[in-house]
């Protein structure tokens, strides 16, 4: 009884001496202090959402293993897009990494070209049909100086003469068409549409050209690549990144492609879709990382190496879409199933009427 009594009496002081240090804080304690109640539902929820972010959490320290580990075994192929017509680095076991050479100055140098009187139509299509409004001219008139500097020196580019041609006639276009529209002050449409059809035809030229400097210069690569990987090429990852608009006909995955043939995309040939034009090879390393570690988790909890390229939870919510577009009368409008591990190019393959390149819309 005594001992029982004790402890009574003791736990009574405890709290009481608690209470009273709390009836005894310091005014600075004023602005953060008071009881927080957390119902038992909430703190349950936050103990379960702990356990997806502890994945991530633990899913980036085993991605510096898995890395490792990769290039450990793996050449690897990274093709990295840029504006002097991409980057590509080659990761061998045990040495350092490659940089591929360049493509040739002119690939940029028709480019920039083609680009300037793409910008043409940047500077004046918020102003087109606006005669009130003159902010447009201080932007034509430092950019007009810099097309002039260029025309004026387009003949000591490194480019062949025909190429030339093209481009100073591009160049005069432009600014003609500045000219015209410092003089009058005003910007109908119909003068902006007769410019654009009138360089379409040489704008076109400098495309094709620009396309066949960079695919002949990266062909010329990766072929002396694959001659100097051997046996090891059949065991070589390769991947590609890309912005929306240029996903399509990629021209980086679309020449890696040709010597990874078509057993090898979305296996160990990779195209990955990204917000911006450029990225990091660290960056495109920790997704290529991702990529593979994750079919190796598919394997072993589901007995299929390629599940995880897909939305995990895409075939159920496909059944639910269809479940419930039946519900509401609607037809369900989904694209066609395709297996696990597809060879299927990673972009638009379905043919259809209508023009697909610059040449069919002559």
């Not at 356990?51 to 633990?58: G, K, P, Q, R, W």
């Not at 068409?177 to 379409?200: H, N, T, W, Y």
Request: neutral net charge; proline residues 7%.
């Amino acid at each position: 009884m005594k001992t029982r009594f004790g402890l009574a009496m003791a736990a009574a002081l405890m709290l009481g001496g608690q209470a009273a240090i709390a009836q005894t804080l310091p005014d600075y304690m004023a602005p953060i202090s008071g009881k927080t109640n957390a119902a038992p539902g909430d703190v349950a929820t936050r103990d379960v959402l702990a356990l997806n972010t502890a994945m991530f959490e633990l899913y980036g320290d085993a991605a510096k293993v898995f890395q490792k580990n990769i290039l450990d075994k793996h050449p690897l192929i990274l093709g990295l897009f840029s504006g002097a017509g991409g980057r590509l680095i080659l990761y061998r076991p045990g040495q350092p990494p490659l940089d591929a050479p360049q493509v040739p100055i002119v690939y940029q140098l028709l480019k920039s070209v083609g680009h300037s009187t793409m910008a043409l139509a940047e500077v004046v299509g918020p102003y087109v049909d606006n005669p009130d409004n003159k902010s447009w001219r201080g932007a034509m008139l430092a950019f007009r100086s810099r097309m002039q500097s260029a025309l004026d020196s387009i003949d000591a580019t490194p480019m062949q003469a025909d190429w030339r041609d093209n481009n100073r006639t591009i160049l005069k276009n432009n600014i003609a068409f500045m000219d015209e529209c410092l003089a009058s002050g005003v910007i109908p449409f119909a003068k902006l549409e007769a410019f654009g059809k009138r360089q379409a035809p040489f704008l076109a030229k400098n495309v094709a050209w620009a396309a066949q400097t960079q695919v002949a210069h990266w062909m010329g690569v990766l072929a002396d690549w694959k001659t100097q990987l051997g046996p090891d090429w059949a065991k070589t990852y390769a991947a590609s990144n890309t912005i929306y608009v240029a996903r399509q006909n990629n021209v980086i995955f679309s020449v890696l492609a040709q010597f990874f043939g078509p057993d090898a995309i979305n296996s160990r040939l990779l195209l990955i879709e990204t917000v911006s034009f450029t990225t990091t090879p660290s960056d495109m390393l920790e997704s290529l990382t991702r990529i593979i570690a994750d079919r190796s988790v598919g394997a072993l909890f589901f007995g299929n190496y390629h599940l995880m390229d897909y939305e995990l939870m895409g075939g159920d919510a496909r059944a639910a879409i269809i479940a419930e577009t039946g519900k509401r009368g609607m037809t369900p409008f989904l694209p066609p199933l395709v297996p696990f591990g597809s060879r299927q190019w990673p972009t638009l393959v379905t043919p259809g009427a209508g023009p697909a390149t610059i040449v069919d819309l002559k």
